[in-house]
């Protein structure tokens, strides 16, 4: 029986991951059924079980807590190799099933009636079943109700999976909105921080252009002072350049952004264009530990909007303390690129921990927090298949980032 339900998984499993069958949302009708069908039988328990590779799983239950069994000792293993309602009477008596752990021990089946869950593309999924704790016989009127409860099982399951796909489509489509929207609002809290990147280069330039008009009305014209002051107006102009690009890039349209190779130092630097001026008005001592220069392939706006999350989380939850202080520490661990960045704030309360996740979870006063920092961060992480986490054992608050495999050291490439 095994070999034979073995060597059909393949379909049965490409079955199960199309029809969402091991997901657990969108339960409810699976549970009415099982409700429904424990009832009309008067037995103790009622489940879907849905064959996988190598263990059956119960995706809806009644009266029993084991979430599955291995298919070797499973009654629906038999069930779904054959077209009809399969019946076991009396389990103890019967050849095939007497030694069996679920009639020996837990959950005492004596009774079972199980019939097959066939796809719509055919391909038989699991069984919808009942069992008792006692012999007992089956009548023609509950062997019609499993068979046409089965073909209703067959539409519910299709169904469910279009809804799960729609929604699915949906939420991506949502996020990647909300992706843009927090974009825009952190720009605007970072506004007075880039006027002032812009505003101090801005000084420089007029007070080179003053000196180079003085040293022009000057007879004796010092050529070399004049072309200094010249160089140094180019130099900060481009520095000036660099900051609108920067922003640019930042405000643009990312989330369809194709990766690109850039070095952790780009990335770094884009986001302490952004940050500088926060650290330096509220006085936070900011410590930066590259162990070696890498190359990663990556969405580097995204990768850069994290980090821009991180250091305004960090900086808004340490400006009120007596140490300020923040460090972003970069590594590599086993192929992957890990990123810690840790405050001197003394961790997160256990109570919100599981929250900050969440999509508008914020403590902070109305105006100052949407609450999708977080949660846009781990999904452009995820997008990286990666992830970001809140790291629960460290004494000072940090959150990392692990990115994949597609990191180099930048060595490699100048080789
Ligand atoms: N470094 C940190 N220290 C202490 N608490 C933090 C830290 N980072 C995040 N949090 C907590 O997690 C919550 C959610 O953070 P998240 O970045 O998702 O939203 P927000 O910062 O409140 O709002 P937004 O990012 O939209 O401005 C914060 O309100 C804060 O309570
Ligand atoms: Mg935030």
Same mark, same amino acid.
């Given at each position: 029986?095994?070999?034979?339900?073995?060597?059909?998984?393949?379909?049965?499993?490409?079955?199960? /991951?199309?029809?969402?069958?091991? $997901?657990?949302?969108? @339960?409810?009708?699976?549970?009415?059924?099982?409700?429904?069908?424990?009832?009309?039988?008067?037995?103790?328990?009622?489940?879907? !079980?849905?064959?996988?590779?190598?263990?059956? =799983?119960?995706?809806?239950?009644?009266?029993? !807590?084991?979430?599955?069994?291995?298919?070797? #000792?499973?009654? *629906?293993?038999?069930?779904?190799?054959?077209?009809?309602?399969?019946?076991?009477?009396?389990?103890?008596?019967?050849?095939?099933? @007497?030694?069996?752990?679920?009639?020996?021990?837990?959950?005492?089946?004596?009774?079972?009636?199980?019939?097959?869950?066939?796809?719509?593309?055919?391909?038989?999924?699991?069984?919808?079943?009942?069992?008792?704790?006692?012999?007992?016989?089956?009548?023609?009127?509950?062997?019609?109700?499993?068979?046409?409860?089965?073909?209703?099982?067959?539409?519910?399951?299709?169904?469910?999976?279009?809804?799960?796909?729609?929604?699915? =489509?949906?939420?991506?489509?949502?996020?990647?909105?909300?992706?843009?929207?927090?974009?825009?609002?952190?720009?605007?809290?970072?506004?007075?921080?880039?006027?002032?990147?812009?505003?101090?280069?801005?000084?420089?330039?007029?007070? @080179?252009?003053?000196?180079?008009? $003085?040293?022009?009305?000057?007879?004796? #014209?010092?050529?070399?002072?004049?072309?200094?002051?010249?160089?140094?107006?180019?130099?900060?102009?481009?520095?000036?350049?660099?900051?609108?690009?920067?922003?640019?890039?930042?405000?643009?349209?990312?989330?369809?952004?194709?990766?690109?190779?850039?070095?952790?130092?780009?990335?770094?630097?884009?986001?302490?264009?952004? *940050?500088?001026?926060?650290?330096?008005?509220?006085?936070?001592?900011?410590?930066?530990?590259?162990?070696?220069?890498?190359?990663?392939?990556?969405?580097?706006?995204?990768? !850069?909007?994290?980090?821009?999350?991180?250091?305004?989380?960090? #900086?808004?939850?340490?400006?009120?303390?007596?140490? @300020?202080?923040?460090?972003?520490?970069?590594?590599?661990?086993?192929?992957?690129?890990?990123?810690?960045?840790?405050? !001197?704030?003394?961790?997160?309360?256990?109570?919100?921990?599981?929250?900050?996740? /969440?999509?508008?979870?914020?403590?902070?006063?109305?105006?100052?927090?949407?609450?999708?920092?977080?949660?846009?961060?781990?999904?452009?992480?995820?997008?990286?298949?990666?992830?970001?986490?809140?790291?629960?054992?460290?004494?000072?608050?940090?959150?990392?980032?692990?990115?994949?495999?597609?990191?180099?050291?930048? $060595?490699?490439?100048?080789?």
């Amino acid at each position: 029986m095994e070999t034979q339900l073995k060597k059909n998984s393949q379909d049965r499993v490409a079955e199960i /991951n199309r029809l969402f069958l091991f $997901t657990d949302e969108d @339960k409810y009708f699976f549970n009415q059924i099982v409700d429904q069908t424990a009832k009309i039988f008067n037995v103790p328990i009622s489940m879907i !079980s849905i064959l996988g590779a190598d263990e059956q =799983r119960f995706i809806s239950k009644k009266g029993i !807590s084991a979430d599955g069994t291995p298919l070797s #000792i499973a009654f *629906c293993a038999h069930t779904i190799l054959n077209k009809d309602v399969f019946i076991v009477n009396d389990a103890q008596n019967h050849s095939l099933f @007497k030694n069996n752990p679920l009639v020996t021990g837990d959950p005492h089946v004596r009774f079972y009636a199980g019939v097959s869950i066939i796809s719509k593309k055919n391909v038989p999924l699991g069984a919808l079943c009942v069992i008792d704790h006692v012999a007992r016989n089956i009548s023609p009127h509950e062997i019609h109700f499993l068979e046409t409860t089965s073909q209703l099982l067959s539409n519910v399951i299709e169904n469910r999976a279009r809804d799960i796909k729609r929604k699915r =489509r949906l939420l991506n489509i949502y996020r990647k909105r909300m992706v843009e929207a927090s974009k825009m609002a952190s720009l605007g809290e970072m506004a007075s921080g880039i006027a002032h990147e812009v505003n101090n280069p801005l000084s420089i330039i007029s007070a @080179k252009v003053y000196q180079t008009k $003085t040293i022009l009305k000057n007879s004796d #014209i010092n050529i070399n002072k004049a072309n200094e002051c010249l160089s140094a107006v180019d130099d900060t102009v481009f520095r000036i350049a660099n900051i609108v690009k920067g922003l640019k890039r930042f405000a643009r349209k990312s989330t369809q952004d194709p990766h690109s190779l850039v070095t952790i130092s780009q990335i770094v630097d884009e986001t302490l264009a952004f *940050c500088k001026h926060r650290l330096l008005t509220k006085s936070i001592r900011l410590d930066i530990q590259i162990d070696e220069e890498y190359l990663i392939t990556c969405n580097p706006t995204g990768i !850069s909007q994290v980090l821009i999350n991180l250091m305004n989380n960090a #900086i808004d939850a340490i400006k009120g303390l007596d140490e @300020k202080w923040i460090e972003l520490k970069i590594t590599k661990v086993n192929g992957r690129l890990i990123i810690s960045l840790r405050d !001197s704030g003394k961790g997160i309360p256990q109570a919100i921990v599981e929250k900050i996740m /969440n999509p508008f979870f914020t403590t902070k006063p109305i105006g100052h927090g949407t609450g999708l920092g977080l949660s846009i961060s781990k999904g452009i992480i995820e997008d990286h298949g990666g992830r970001l986490f809140y790291n629960q054992g460290s004494p000072h608050t940090e959150f990392i980032i692990e990115l994949p495999e597609t990191v180099f050291p930048a $060595t490699l490439m100048t080789a």
